[in-house]
């Protein structure tokens, strides 16, 4: 194959009359008007100056578009970031200059608001989507195209991840990657070309473009595609489709609401769940409500999927499942990397086809996070039990998960502590009703004490609305251990029930 992502992904959309994708006005597009859309968007990159193993950088609405980009990155070669629409410029300007990419494409009404960090950066900026420059200048391109010639190995994808400490790491994708995991997925999930994904999921993470798209594009399958998850829109096309995919927020707020029954999910074949942990209450309540128990799965950027509860047998409810064939996953000493004896605590190691090649531009970093023997280290604690189901119990890293978000603490705290009125300040996650896990800040003030409301207005200058606290907790200093160290944990026990019976 001269480029297996196009040919086994995209390609097969060609000339095909099948639908494709429905959207929320219940409009249709086949697989053939995609594939055109595909090609044209295609010919614009290159035609923008784009060379294969350039990168376009995107930070765009969930439009067909969108989707569409994404099969014009892989039939030209270039390489696909697509970056979350809640970044503020400030966090944009570091993704786009990091990568070093040629091409921002962005929401039309977001171009004047981007136009001075585009020519600062001396990068091409379009935008993307219904009344677009892109799309207007895609308009007269041809619909058939020769894809530029990739192997396996060559990057297909770019995709941000935080990290505890420093800058932002870009987790380096290949084709391979991409399509191992695509493969084993369809299999396992037993995907077909008659299924139909209720896609309420965004397209700049993982688990939306990769997991979702990926596994439909491969199995020759549809999607109703929405531009986000929105409860009434759900309940209405429920009805047209066989599986959905979500993280555990969708599955708290769709048990929320009187409308879910055995008779409207009656039909589905398949509820997948992921990103962050899903409660096993709400797994039970979920199967008492609906009579499906949902397929709980684990993953990461970097890695894609690592493992999944069975297709047919017991899906266990507050476990991951298996290893995905393929993947050794191993639990090890976090510090020796020695493996542990079954049923002991330790770090998830995982290796496979399906793990990236490293991060840009920073071989440091990369080799700091996996083993001499080839393992990478995940961050995440485990435990594989008695019938080799694993189970997540913490994390090694300060990581909070919110409604599926990743939030750092460590950069929510160093915004903090540069604002007036505070001294310092502790992030933590707190169990929350609709999120699984809300950020709040634990502040502690200098003498005349921080205004919240002046906070929260600077912060979202800086900082994804995702990541800004949802409370605040004043305190006269931060807990400590002898050495000197905030003790989060105790700040987590002591506040665990702040927002318990708060209404989301
Ligand atoms: C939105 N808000 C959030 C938030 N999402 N705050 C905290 N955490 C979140 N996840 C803010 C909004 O800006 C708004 O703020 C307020 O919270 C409520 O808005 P909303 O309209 O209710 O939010 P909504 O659009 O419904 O979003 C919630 C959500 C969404 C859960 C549907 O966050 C979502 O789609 N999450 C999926 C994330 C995902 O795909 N993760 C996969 C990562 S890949 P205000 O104050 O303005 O009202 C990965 C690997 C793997 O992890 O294994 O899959
Ligand atoms: P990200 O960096 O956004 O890809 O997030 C990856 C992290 O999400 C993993 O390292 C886990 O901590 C977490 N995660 C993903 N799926 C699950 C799951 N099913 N249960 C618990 N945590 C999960």
């Avoid at 614009?44 to 990168?55: H, I, S, V, Y």
């Avoid at 989507?129 to 799309?135: A, E, I, R």
């Avoid at 990057?155 to 790491?169: D, E, Q």
């Avoid at 605590?345 to 970093?365: A, D, L």
Wanted: net charge negative.
């Amino acid at each position: 194959m001269t480029n297996p992502m196009y040919e086994t992904l995209f390609a097969p959309l060609a000339d095909a009359p099948r639908p494709f994708l429905t959207l929320a006005d219940g409009r249709k597009i086949s697989a053939a008007a995609f594939h055109d859309l595909i090609a044209r968007f295609s010919h614009t990159l290159r035609a923008c100056g784009l060379e294969p193993g350039d990168r376009v950088a995107v930070q765009a609405s969930k439009t067909p578009q969108m989707l569409a980009l994404y099969g014009a990155a892989m039939a030209s070669g270039i390489v696909f970031l697509p970056l979350n629409t809640a970044y503020t410029p400030d966090e944009l300007e570091y993704f786009v200059s990091d990568c070093g990419a040629r091409l921002l494409l962005v929401d039309p009404g977001r171009v004047d608001a981007l136009a001075p960090l585009a020519k600062r950066l001396g990068i091409a900026l379009q935008s993307l989507g219904p009344g677009g420059s892109f799309d207007a200048l895609a308009a007269g391109h041809p619909t058939r195209i020769t894809p530029a010639a990739r192997s396996g190995d060559d990057l297909a994808a770019l995709l941000y991840t935080s990290g505890t400490t420093g800058r932002s790491k870009g987790a380096m994708l290949s084709q391979n990657n991409l399509l191992s995991n695509a493969e084993t997925l369809v299999e396992l999930w037993r995907f077909t070309e008659k299924d139909v994904l209720l896609h309420a999921l965004p397209i700049f993470h993982t688990h939306g473009l990769f997991v979702a798209s990926n596994v439909i594009l491969r199995a020759g399958a549809q999607m109703i595609f929405l531009p986000k998850f929105d409860l009434d829109q759900v309940f209405d096309l429920l009805d047209q489709a066989t599986t959905m995919m979500g993280v555990p927020t969708f599955y708290t707020r769709l048990l929320g609401d009187p409308r879910l029954s055995r008779e409207t999910v009656g039909h589905m074949r398949l509820f997948v769940s992921g990103s962050a942990p899903l409660l096993a209450e709400t797994h039970l309540q979920w199967s008492e409500r609906t009579g499906h128990a949902i397929l709980e799965r684990y993953g990461m950027t970097e890695t894609n999927m690592l493992t999944s509860n069975p297709y047919d047998g017991a899906r266990r409810p507050g476990t991951v499942g298996f290893p995905l064939p393929g993947v050794d996953l191993r639990i090890a000493d976090p510090a020796s990397g020695t493996e542990m004896p079954q049923g002991e605590t330790g770090m998830i190691e995982v290796k496979g086809p399906n793990v990236f090649q490293g991060y840009w531009q920073m071989p440091e970093k990369t080799a700091e996070e996996f083993r001499d023997d080839g393992y990478f280290m995940t961050g995440d604690l485990g435990m594989i039990d008695d019938q080799g189901y694993v189970n997540i119990v913490g994390r090694a890293k300060d990581l909070i998960i919110s409604g599926g978000y990743n939030v750092y603490p460590k950069e929510v705290e160093l915004t903090l502590d540069d604002m007036p009125g505070v001294l310092e300040s502790a992030v933590i996650g707190l169990p929350h009703p609709d999120f699984g896990e809300a950020v709040v800040a634990v502040l502690v003030p200098t003498g005349e004490g921080p205004d919240e409301r002046q906070i929260l207005g600077e912060l979202s200058e800086k900082l994804a609305r995702y990541k800004q606290p949802k409370a605040f907790i004043i305190l006269p200093e931060l807990p400590r251990n002898t050495m000197g160290k905030v003790q989060k944990a105790e700040l987590r026990k002591t506040y665990k029930a702040y927002f318990k019976d708060t209404a989301a």
